[in-house]
């Protein structure tokens, strides 16, 4: 009998590539949808992960992103993107704020203290596609910076329970590297957290 696949849905925030993170969860065989960022918790279905996409520009500091508050509050694995890196970032009590350096286009990144779960099996430096305006410069109490550029200390982060996972740049898209890895490592955490929580 087959392996019941993962059900990890995506939020849209209104960002230009969210079809893509929901593209990549298929090809990962997940059961997978694009859900508003206005639904109400109570009409999720039972999920084993989420992720919140980009937006448009400077949601992330408004924190005009729907409900994703309450989605923060659920007990499964989240990653943020973009926009939802930095809305998560905020809603944990660190910080974001304009660039001083606004990134477009690919990029070099560096990892931090190995990279944590989601830069797993991929090199210590790698090119990404960087397209935000804002940036994390202060994470959260309880997170630790998993990816650093020089203009931009915090393109990665990741608590220590290993279950919320921030990045600023589009794994999504083909120009990074090592995206597919990414998502790849995200499932992998999912699927974890999911077997412990039946033993």
């Known amino acids: 009998m087959s392996e019941k696949p993962l059900v990890i849905d995506v939020v849209d925030n209104g960002g230009q590539w969210t079809h893509r993170e929901w593209r990549m969860l298929r090809y990962l065989k997940v059961d997978t949808k694009i859900i508003e960022n206005t639904t109400p918790v109570s ?20 924190g005009e992103l729907g409900n994703c508050a309450a989605f923060l509050d659920l ?52 090119t990404v596609w960087e397209s935000h305006n804002d940036e994390v410069h202060e994470v959260p109490e309880g997170f630790f910076v998993t990816a650093s550029s020089p203009s931009c200390k915090v393109q990665g982060m990741e608590n220590d ?11 999504e898209v083909n120009d990074s590297e090592f995206g597919k890895e990414m998502f790849e490592n995200f499932v992998r955490v999912c699927r974890k957290i999911k077997e412990n929580l039946q033993k």
């Open 161 to 171: 329970a290993g279950n919320r996972f921030g990045l600023q740049f589009h794994p």
């Open 75 to 126: 007990e499964i694995p989240i990653l943020g993107i973009c926009a939802g890196h930095q809305f998560m970032a905020r809603h944990y009590g660190g910080d974001a704020r304009e660039s001083p350096e606004p990134e477009f286009g690919a990029m070099e990144i560096n990892l931090v203290q190995g990279g944590g779960k989601i830069f797993a099996g991929t090199e210590p430096t790698q």
């Open 43 to 62: 009409e999720m279905r039972e999920l084993d992960g989420l992720i919140l996409s980009g937006g448009a520009a400077r949601v992330g500091l408004t």
